[in-house]
């Protein structure tokens, strides 16, 4: 990256711009003055009593590159790049504001939060699972609402309605069927957010690819 004299180069006082070591804000930033094609920074905050951290903070107009160096758990440090797209939306009272897109779900977002493995992104994407987690958990959840659908006599029944679109069996109580059709409604609606949660991780990584964040283990 670039240095002084390759553009504007700050030194901030992180207290100023990032209250944690954790989040960035993309409104701070902006009063800063720091989303400028061709700045640069390095923003550092203390870290317990006597350490310093920080992180090289870039502006290239479309996106904000952010470089540092981290590790998990116990594993060896490694040097990691991730590139934030950056989007002006004009504003209802006039002026133009800034966004950042989450670099995971692509959501439009002004905060982004450390995640660990995931590097920055946003507070909705920092507690969903992974991609594979996802899958066993709609798996799961699909096989246990076909079970109770079957109970009710509706295993072949379309899962994108209701249970109640479908006949009661004949021989059933409706007591009977209530209960266990509650039952089964509830784990539909289970297993539509599990598939939910999967779809939103398949489309942000076919959406990410060649866009941002290259993660280098070195
Ligand atoms: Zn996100």
Redesign the pocket.
């Given at each position: 990256m670039g240095g002084p004299g390759s553009g504007s180069w700050y030194r901030w006082d992180t207290r100023r711009v990032i209250d944690q070591v954790d989040r960035l804000d993309v409104r701070g930033l902006s009063r800063q003055g720091a989303l400028r094609e061709g700045v640069h920074a390095v923003i550092t905050w203390r870290q317990g009593q006597s350490s310093k951290s920080s992180i090289s903070f870039s502006c290239q107009g479309q996106a904000i590159c952010l470089e540092y160096r981290t590790r998990i758990g116990s594993e060896n440090w490694y040097p990691v790049r991730q590139e934030i797209a950056l989007e002006w939306l004009p504003q209802k009272l006039g002026g133009r504001r800034a966004w950042l897109r989450?670099p995971?779900?692509?959501?439009r977002?002004a905060l982004v939060y450390w995640s660990g493995r995931r590097g920055y992104?946003?507070r909705?994407?920092t507690g969903l699972p992974y991609k594979s987690e996802c899958e066993v958990l709609e798996d799961r959840l699909y096989r246990r609402m076909r079970k109770l659908r079957k109970r009710v006599g509706a295993a072949d029944g379309d899962t994108e309605q209701p249970l109640w679109h479908h006949p009661k069996p004949k021989y059933m109580h409706q007591s009977t069927y209530e209960r266990l059709g509650e039952l089964a409604e509830e784990a539909r609606m289970e297993w539509l957010e599990a598939r939910d949660a999967k779809l939103l991780r398949l489309v942000?990584r076919y959406a990410s690819v060649g866009e941002h964040s290259t993660w280098g283990k070195g």
């Open positions: 989450c995971d779900c692509q959501r977002v992104v946003c909705l994407c942000s």
